[in-house]
């Protein structure tokens, strides 16, 4: 199967088409999943462009939602805020709709999610939901490619994998629950170099949150992650865990608001912001 681009988008990703992809830009990404033609995770998608973590929430729970992220601004760095009732985010992609323009989504009613990770959200959405992006790990992942780093998730050709943490996120209002964090092995030798390099992007993360043994943070079994795919440690190389986006997800399974609708773990929206723009250390 093959885009109006010529891009292949079948279940198996070719390595020419992730290069294509790679090429992409913001808004043919978002064009693929409008259409339904793209909806598998977004790592390694639109070089250069920043990728974003998706949330709606009804207009009564945004401020809340709002000073949850303030208060815990590394795994919820807040990119932008959209007024109840515009899915249009004007800062990072003019003319995109949050309720169709990511891969997959998830709906999580009073914590419970429905079955199934539709492609779009159109009837879930109702007129009185706030939406929010929030910086994603994906976008500093060019960087780090640039300075040389393997990123197993992407050459496994699998999703990052996600883990629950036993520690606390500040909570604010009816919000509150674990850390998630997102894991990628590093050579040992090159942590501090991999800590120096993700601490510029403070509004995708930042730096890791821990580096090492996955049993500190209670993680219990990194082949066993809670979103997203198990991937290879090589001789040599350390678990590195990030702040993770899919923190409101599984504070939304703790706290249970009536409703709340997020990108599916992995499945990014992705903007039409240089992830230059973010780089603080440029």
């Not at 990703?13 to 909806?39: F, K, L, N, T």
């Not at 949050?98 to 999580?108: C, K, M, N, S, V």
């Not at 991999?194 to 090492?212: I, M, N, Q, S, Y």
């Not at 993680?219 to 590195?240: K, N, T």
């Amino acid at each position: 199967m093959a885009d109006a681009a010529g891009m292949t988008v079948g279940p198996r990703v070719s390595d020419a088409a992730r290069e294509a992809w790679a090429q992409a830009s913001g808004a043919d990404v978002r064009a693929a999943c409008r259409r339904g033609a793209w909806h598998r995770p977004t790592a390694g998608m639109a070089h250069g462009f920043v990728q974003a973590n998706l949330v709606m929430l009804p207009a009564d729970l945004a401020d809340d939602f709002e000073a949850f992220c303030q208060a815990n601004p590394v795994p919820c760095p807040l990119l932008e805020r959209t007024p109840p009732g515009s899915y249009e985010p004007l800062r990072f992609a003019p003319g995109a709709d949050l309720r169709t323009d990511a891969p997959r989504y998830r709906i999580y009613r009073r914590g419970r999610p429905d079955p199934g990770q539709p492609t779009d959200v159109l009837e879930a959405a109702r007129p009185d939901l706030a939406g929010f992006l929030l910086g994603c790990s994906f976008t500093f992942e060019s960087a780090m490619q640039q300075a040389g780093f393997d990123l197993r998730h992407q050459t496994q050709g699998v999703n990052v994998p996600m883990y629950r943490t036993q520690r606390a996120c500040a909570p604010a209002g009816p919000f509150a629950g674990p850390l998630v964090v997102s894991m990628r092995p590093v050579a040992r030798e090159r942590v501090a170099e991999v800590r120096a390099l993700t601490a510029r992007f403070p509004r995708v993360h930042g730096a890791p949150v821990h580096v090492g043994d996955p049993a500190a943070i209670g993680v219990r079994d990194l082949d066993s992650p809670d979103w997203g795919d198990a991937v290879e440690i090589r001789e040599g190389e350390v678990p590195v865990f990030w702040g993770c986006g899919v923190t409101p997800q599984a504070v939304a399974q703790a706290s249970r608001p009536e409703l709340m609708i997020t990108h599916a773990p992995g499945h990014m929206f992705v903007t039409d912001r240089r992830d230059r723009e973010l780089d603080e250390g440029s």
